[in-house]
């Protein structure tokens, strides 16, 4: 689902909302009247009675960048005044600003170095923070800056004001690529920029820590893993994507580790590469996936 | 993709041709003009300028039986006369009429029989006609008349007659599930209706006869199956549905033949399922599937 | 993995015990002595030094329900009294017999009986018991007994006891296909075969009722079914095989619920498959699958 | 199927041949009176009469160094000439030495590159060997010798030479990582040692050029790859290893490359980790992977 239409002139319209009569109509006249053309729209609906409307446009429109404060300015008025709908709209060809936190395991992190050096995953990365130094070299050899924040016990709140110098105002996202700390619900508030991680298991099953061990002891015939919002409650947040790979008896847990971390990598690219798209909405401690 | 919605006031409006800027604007102020809400809309384009435009809209509006011909009336002169477009118009409580063409083989016929029997595949199956006698009281224990229509050797055109007898006018779409005879492009045209057909093999790989015993032979670690629409030239229909499964040297053909059957069924359902939900649309001799 | 090796004269000995040097060849050399060749074999051990030991090993020895006395009469000596091991001596051509328990979901019973009649499922199936009358047709049409023992509330005991008069004695292995009771732990001390169940999730997410539902909830993005030995503790028991389906933000709980039914019959198929075929091997609450 | 069992003192022992009764027998007796524990063992045979007897095994055996010259005596006299088979005796602590080829696409080299300084393929890598001078920052950031050797049109025989003067008595294991070029039969078999390729699309389907464009055409629903030893006919050799990915119409035959070479890296890789554990044995133009 990748989008490869993020040359200029083309923008991303997000609109969500109480579903009733109507809404696609606005949003197309809304458009249309300026001159937009509709590329690709997906569209959904909780329920066809009353429930949740959930809908992403992707438009064409000669000089976008002059245009869209007038088109916004619509908008405005007839989504959100009218419509009563909330509405996001993004011009394609503005990259997010990605910033990475690891910790020693390098295989999320270097799948999306790799990706976004040869134009797989359309954003900018404008910084690496670790609480160790190890992987310095690894981010530093793709040029992007590495910042190493160590999390001394008992000392999170000064490593995350820290970190927090580094984010604000810098970065779109976070994406947490198996890094082994638990953020605050204060640092989340601050950032105030969503955050994604990528957990070593099938949510719900292995919660928490050690799922490889785990799902070996319980004698599971699939490994996963699953990318999600990060939410105050561990573990708990909306999940982006998910999936699988089967594994044996002859299998130890340390090798369940190994095929899993290849299945958490591409989890990982998929969740950032569709998040950066705008192809993912919230819907309470869900997702919809477009 | 099943499609939930199938009670009464509910259409589906297919619409594809040359793509050109204001069609989702169009489309749905008709929708809206005559007082339909749009509960669900896939649209896509084979190319942001200048290439085909596919759109599948699902709609409800009060006393739709009632209304559908004003709608069909205003459609035609916005979609066809003025933006040059095809569209089917469809009441989605009328179930689609699908008649089953099988040999001997049981597992794709009866995988469908029992689909239909507990509600899931939102059809009608008015017939099974078959070129061997051996089905012919598992199909009357569903309650469904079953025909058998020899083709002799040489005298195929005198079997595609009788089969036309039963079948014109009477279906709305024919499943040749593992029908082990080749059906002339005579009888395709003078049907008129379309022909779904399963083929035991990931096509294009071992097109034609003895799949598994070629797969077998050529070492393959997977055997599939496809599922497409049957055009004259055999094999090279647009593919609907494919699947796979992983298989091992310790299989015998016989054995990765009964693994196929597994895989056979499933894409075999999913291609008529999503067809009789209107989500298919043939695009050459590829398809859109929403 | 299906064994298609099940003609007269041919054997299967599973061994398993605490790992030591020259159980293989011990095993081999009992064969090679009593003139038995060996078509296939797989061992494993849980750990190189110090673990558990597990082997299949299928043989063809003429006149093998001749000769079986003499060979067991070996093996015993050899593997349990020399090597202090446990073994199964199995003769491939005598069919399991396998007990189906259902409620009112027809889809595992009817693939199970389906695979069963056209050859798949190398068993005999001497009965299917039901709490509920709705399926006696449908089990009858397959030329199978089937006996309906209601289970009221409060009085479980008495329907166990009723089922256990059916079973004992007359059956290799209980299938729950599907059995909306929980079985007590005095039924399954008292029965003395295995017991198999499909539960409705990816174990160990989402135990316990309703798993669909609570999966739509959680916003998980593949659905999945596990089948395992029953045990006293719900849920719990070792898995024999387990596989998942891919969904998304448009499919209601209900259509979850569709989707994995096909994934039910196909994992209880397999383990059921397994299991007949002496493939899989109880290690504490996991299981080894050959 | 990773094998973690590489320390001292572990040995493989691959035998095939002709079928007949007593081999297991015969060859953990060997093993037994050298003092040998067999720690896993894999055995399979093409047709329980008359066919191909192939078997892997992994065992301990204490100062396996000093006295693999006297085991491999051992074997030699009872496999080759009393059984007539064929065989090979392997130290696992030796690590196989693997030379890669590579044009200009990275992810297969990288990925490979990676996972062997990550130490889950235990391989050395000699050396890497383009046609193309891009990649050699790459490889050299990893420690690893580059070579660029140009394939001038019409003077591949030149630049066969040299790349066998760079491998000859070097490597044990030659992979084609998206090498762009065609080796020669005569190469080959100068080489004298295995070679691996990764072919972009699920074969049978889609042989040659430009597969991702193809599928596209034909419409099929997964793309794939595969994993092979190379031979004189083009895309024909022994299939090691496949898998494929889900697309959908919306994809570009662009976005089919990227999601391609997600799978590509992921079948190469385990195809190589396969045979570096000798785990795949050639049979015919078909392979056995334990």
């Known amino acids: 689902m990748t989008d490869n239409v993020s040359a200029r002139d083309y923008g991303r319209l997000i609109v969500q909302g109480a579903d009733r009569p109507g809404i696609v109509s606005g949003v197309s006249s809304v458009l249309a009247e300026h001159g937009a053309n509709i590329v690709a729209l997906d569209q959904t609906s909780s329920d066809p009675s009353g429930g949740r409307f959930f809908q992403r446009t992707v438009f064409h429109l000669q000089d976008l960048s002059v245009k869209i404060g007038a088109l916004n300015a619509a908008l405005e008025q007839r ?27 390098d295989h999320c992190l270097l799948d999306l170095l790799w990706r976004q050096r040869r134009g797989e995953l359309n954003v900018t990365i404008p910084m690496v923070v670790s609480n160790h130094p190890d992987l310095g070299d690894d981010v530093r050899g793709f040029g992007i800056p590495f910042f ?43 950032l105030g920029v969503p955050v994604i991680n990528i957990h070593h298991s099938f949510l719900p099953a292995f919660m928490g820590a050690g799922p490889y061990q785990r799902a070996k002891e319980r004698g599971v015939k699939l490994v996963g893993a699953t990318a999600h919002y990060v939410t105050e409650d561990l573990d708990e947040g909306p999940i982006i994507e998910q999936d699988v790979i089967r594994v044996s008896h002859q299998e130890s847990a340390q090798e ?30 869900s997702t919809v996936v477009f």
């Open 148 to 190: 190493h924040v160590p999390v001394e016990k008992g000392k999170k709140p000064v490593a995350e004001k820290e970190q927090l110098n580094l984010l604000k105002g810098n970065v779109d996202l976070l994406v947490l690529a198996r890094y082994m700390q638990i953020v605050s619900g204060g640092f989340l508030e601050e």
């Open 256 to 285: 369940l580790q190994r095929k899993g971390a290849d299945v958490e990598r591409l989890v990982l690219a998929r969740a950032v590469t569709w998040h950066c798209d705008d192809r993912v909405i919230r819907d309470g401690n």
């Open 79 to 105: 989504l959100t005044e009218e419509l009563g709908l909330t509405y996001r709209l993004v011009e394609a060809r503005r990259r997010k600003r990605v910033a990475i936190f690891v910790s020693k395991a």
